[in-house]
């Protein structure tokens, strides 16, 4: 089993639809948690971040921990064409490590 | 630049040839991290620097891979006797100080190099 399992999708949703994406994982140690996004050919960027469990909110964006069930997720409101992207799960675990664990990324296509 | 930047964009390398891949990173940032991204796949973690250091190499698959940044600021990756299997993108990315230093763990990446061993 892998520390970090994601759907690769792909998920193709219509504009203005709530989309959800989640990742599970593993490792009881993972208490940073991050959303990266990653366009065609370029390197991810970070969307979100949250420490240990709960709710965390920015703009269309949410993210949500639940470390008791070991389970991640990201809901994007209205969602816009230029959200079409891989949504990459990351985790980090307690006591400084710096190696972040992804997931293997889903492929969202949001039609205009 | 104002971002992470990793030269060649691309290599094509015959196998067992010897390939280097550079990055910049932002200025001031202390940490640097080497990933590969295989095709479908997240990111892997390969080495982690900070300053001229490297603390965490765990994530090397052999040791045909060895990284250096001799003075803190460029890193070099190097790969001895590619590998068709070696066929990836890889990912360089930094940040200001770093998990354990108090970072939230945004790392910026650069656009990566995509290396393909024929």
């Known amino acids: 089993q892998k520390e970090v399992e994601q759907d690769p999708g792909p998920l193709s949703v219509p504009e203005g639809a709530i989309v959800s994406l989640n990742c599970t994982y593993s490792?009881?140690?993972?208490?940073?948690f991050m959303w990266y996004r990653q366009y065609s050919r370029k390197g991810p960027e970070l969307l979100m971040y949250?420490?240990?469990?709960g709710n965390k909110e920015d703009g269309r964006f949410t993210a949500q921990v639940d470390k008791s069930s070991k389970y991640i997720s990201l809901f994007i409101r209205d969602s816009q064409p230029s959200d079409s992207a891989t949504y990459l799960c990351?985790?980090?675990?307690?006591?400084?490590?710096?190696?972040?664990?992804f997931g293997k990324g889903t492929k969202l296509t949001v039609n205009p | 630049g104002a971002g992470v930047s990793q030269t060649p964009s691309n290599k094509v390398t015959e196998k067992g040839k010897y390939v280097e891949l550079r990055c910049d990173p932002i200025?001031?940032?202390?940490?640097l991290y080497w990933y590969r991204q295989s095709l479908g796949q997240g990111p892997e973690f390969l080495i982690y620097?900070?300053?001229?250091?490297?603390?965490?190499d765990s994530g090397l698959p052999n040791d045909r891979f060895f990284a250096v940044r001799p003075e803190g600021s460029v890193s070099t990756l190097k790969i001895q006797r590619t590998e068709r299997g070696d066929s990836a993108v890889y990912l360089c990315?930094?940040?200001?100080?770093?998990?354990?230093?108090?970072?939230?763990?945004?790392?910026?990446f650069g656009e990566g190099s995509r290396l393909t061993v024929l």
């Open positions: 490792n009881s140690a993972f208490q940073y």
């Open positions: 200025s001031g940032h202390t940490a």
């Open positions: 949250t420490y240990s469990s």
């Open positions: 990315a930094s940040s200001l100080m770093g998990l354990a230093g108090g970072g939230t763990g945004e790392l910026f």
């Open positions: 620097f900070q300053g001229t250091g490297a603390a965490d």
């Open positions: 990351a985790m980090s675990a307690q006591g400084g490590s710096e190696k972040l664990v």
